[in-house]
């Protein structure tokens, strides 16, 4: 069973296409990676999840049914963080469990619960302006999942956090996800992705790039790319086939060999041992940013990919 | 409890219950309260009896046996019970929800000590001067001859009193030495001063209106100010409110606490939320301004003058009011993202409803003129010249409440329609604030 189903979704901004024609389907129990560089349309695409915005056509479903009437059982850390400054925090938390359809009697010892655990104790009758960012973040996380929500949506809940308040909040996560909560993790730092997610989706400029599990990715994307530092330096490694350019910086011993579509990687591995003694003979596992500057280049040109790649190093 | 409600709830607790409301809005009021009662109180205690020695100057020798006359304390005593019998068959002829401020005069008066003066005739002002300085003296009158047959120029007489006199004594001390120089004057005519003064004192007239219910009192205060109060009430009340759900819809915006509320809430139950639960503060401070106006009201005597029975019809305008600045304020907070920002849609909006200040005395005054009844049409004015009319004292066409009353509704359904179109645009905007063509383009999308 799919938590979400998109169809056919497009979101127009005035003379901007921010989401379209998206497909996507998110499988039940899942962690679902969003990627994209900012203004990819990820944002948008979650606010529409959450019914916040309406898509101009196509259909979302969420948990089975419409996105309004799922509401409550839908947990959402937004980008833009935010706190009411005055209230006091287990006001705060309650407030939004409350809005968010919570009935529980013992809602009051549930957050103070949930305080100790994210190591935030003794902040409950404090006023949520007297707590430091990391603190406020992890509040906006608690009122994120306070109502056991079976979707969770986490828009890039680790900027600005500390390693430890980060590898704190990675635990939390994976807890959730281990008792079932689909969660989808939208984030600009595709590496982080990598790391705990099991499935990925790779959007630019509003349109899919790659919706696929780490498995399939690391299967489809197999290295393209063999770096090697002959004992040698004259020999010629462009000779071996299935090698299609030979690339070497400036000054530097190790020459990077782009390979051919279709070659056996390992196959050229062979042939390059036989040609003399090698310092060091790597394959390079691609990136996923690689893979999205390729995703991009095949589809888009050399060109945009580029400015795909700009973008990624810029945020 | 629905989700509206809670943010509701939300929004009034955390504007109405909070320290700054109450100082702002409570205890100024209360404030002036006590003191409408307390200094009344302080003003009634009796003063203390004035005892002592006056000098006089006066070159003619007729004015200082005069003076002597009207300082004697059994003159005094003569001339307050007088004048008591005079304000007693006065008020004698006013209904008795009339009576409370003129019953505390009288009451101030017949407890009033009466005044011990002796009198001295000297001829040097600057020795006497002397003496006032020294205490030996309550004041130094000089009276020059000119006086018993005065031009407008002459018609004066100079008084020196000592810097620790009070007020109150000074103004009785003035009193007697003028009145002094006219007993004088007709002495010099040969003139009967009280058959003189009994035949000049104007009399007062007991104005009544005659309508259809019969006879009522007109009353200056009724007419003008009472529909002042009335209409103050309303437009404090609703545009207070207004300004409550202003900062708070910036603030959730510049917070971006508003994307969280809007995961759990649509962008419709937060602002009727919100409009709501400012509604419940407006009404908190009508209550509570509008008890102690009538309190204070009846405290001064005047409460027969507040119409308690249209209080209905205030709470029908103030519905037509608030909900229209309301839905106001809440669109302009959603399109800004700073109070700074939001001046620029202020400005006009706060120009409007200021024009009911500048109509009041117009309106007021007659409150049936087609001008009056033209106004009470324009809709963002509908409430408050109604308020202004109907808090008077002429009766206001049934017809004329009805008609306001639904085009009054018909303001607030169509203000909240567009307003909701431009809030649910708005709230998710950052960046430039829109120009007033844009929110325009808002409300026309669909």
Redesign the interface.
Known sequence: MNAIEIEGVTKTFRTTTAVDALDLAVPAGSLCGFLGPNGAGKSTTIRMIMSIIRPDAGRIGVLGGDALESKDRIGYLPEERGVYRKMKVGEFVEYVARLKGARRDDLRDHVRGWLERLELPDVYGKRCQELSKGMQQKVQFLAAVVHEPELLILDEPFSGLDPVSGALLNREIQALRGEGTTIIFSTHVLHQAEQICDRLFLIHHGVKLLDATLEEIRARFDPRTIGCEPLDPDVDLGAVPGVRDVHRAPGSPVAELALEDGVDAQAILRRLLELGPMRSVELRRPTLEEIFVQLVERGEGHAAAERAREELSRT | ?S?AL??AW?EFK?TALTKSFLLAAVIGPVMMFVAAIVLPVLLQTPPKKLEGSLAVVDPTGEVVVAVRTELDPERIAADRDEKLVGLEAAIAQVPEQFRGPVQDQIDRLRDALVPEVAVESVDDVEAAKARVLAGELIGVALYRPAVLAPTTETNAFELYLPADLSRRHADLIEDRLARAVVRARAQRAELDLEKTRALLRAPTAIRSTVTEEGETRENELARIFVPFGFMMLLWMSSWIGGQYLLTSTI??KS????????????PMQLMAGKIVGQAAVGLVMLALYGVLGAASADRFGVGHLVPLHKLGYLAVYFFIAYFTIAALMAAVGSAVNELRDAQTFMGPITLVFMIPFFLWFVVSDEPNSSMAVALSFIPPLTPFVMVLRIAGTEAIPFWQIATTSLLGFAMVVGSIWACAKVFRVGV?L?GKPPTPGELVRWIRLS
């Open positions: 409890m989700k809670l943010v939300r955390h603030e959730e917070n971006r606490v508003m994307e969280v509320l809007l995961s759990a809430v649509s998710l950052y």
